[in-house]
Structures are given as structure tokens and as C-alpha cells.
């Protein structure tokens, strides 16, 4: 994979609804110039529709040629994963 650049996204403790046109707006920007580390240690509660941008986000990623992966994902993170039976969407994506 190419490392053109290195975007690193920091995750708010809540991510619904009212927050995720703020990041999805920052994943765009960030994948269209390279490899994104999205820092995800700070998650208290996340939304289904967050997850399943952050899946959209790391195969956009993978078709540019960039890396993409989730740093330190907090219990509450890999909790709404695996309730919701994403978790092998999110293997190899997830470090730390």
C-alpha cells in the first residue's frame, strides 16, 4: 500500500447522528491524500450508521491505495462491534 500521507482522526466519546457529518467530512478530506490512523481510545457510545462509515471509509482507503486503521478502540468501540456482528468488517483494521 502507498503512504503518501498520514491523517490521524481523533473519534469524540459520543458519535451519533448530530456528529457523524463533522467526521465523515474529515474521513473524505483525509483518504483522498493518504494513509488515515483514526484514533478511537476516547469512544463511549457509538451509532450503527458510525460503524458502517467507518467500514465505507477503509475500503474507500483500500481502493486508493492508502492504509487505514483504527487505533486503540475502546471497550464500548469493540463492544457495538461485536453486538453487532461486525466483527470480521473491522479485523485487521483494529491496532491496539
Given at each position: 500500500m502507498s503512504k503518501k500521507a498520514?491523517?490521524?482522526i481523533a473519534l469524540p466519546a459520543i458519535i451519533d447522528l448530530d456528529s457523524l457529518?463533522?467526521?465523515?467530512?474529515g474521513l473524505l478530506d483525509?483518504?483522498?491524500?493518504?494513509?488515515?490512523?483514526?484514533?478511537a481510545g476516547a469512544v463511549e457510545r457509538?451509532?450503527?450508521?458510525a460503524l458502517f462509515m467507518?467500514?465505507?471509509a477503509?475500503?474507500?482507503?483500500?481502493?486508493?491505495?492508502?492504509?487505514?486503521s483504527?487505533?486503540?478502540?475502546?471497550?464500548?468501540m469493540t463492544s457495538s462491534i461485536e453486538r453487532l456482528?461486525?466483527?470480521?468488517?473491522f479485523t485487521g483494521l483494529m491496532r491496539g
Open positions: 498520514d491523517k490521524s457529518d463533522s467526521i465523515r467530512d483525509a483518504i483522498e491524500e493518504g494513509s488515515v490512523s483514526v484514533t457509538v451509532s450503527t450508521n467507518l467500514i465505507s477503509a475500503e474507500t482507503a483500500r481502493r486508493n491505495h492508502f492504509e487505514f483504527i487505533e486503540q478502540p475502546s471497550a464500548a456482528g461486525l466483527g470480521a468488517q
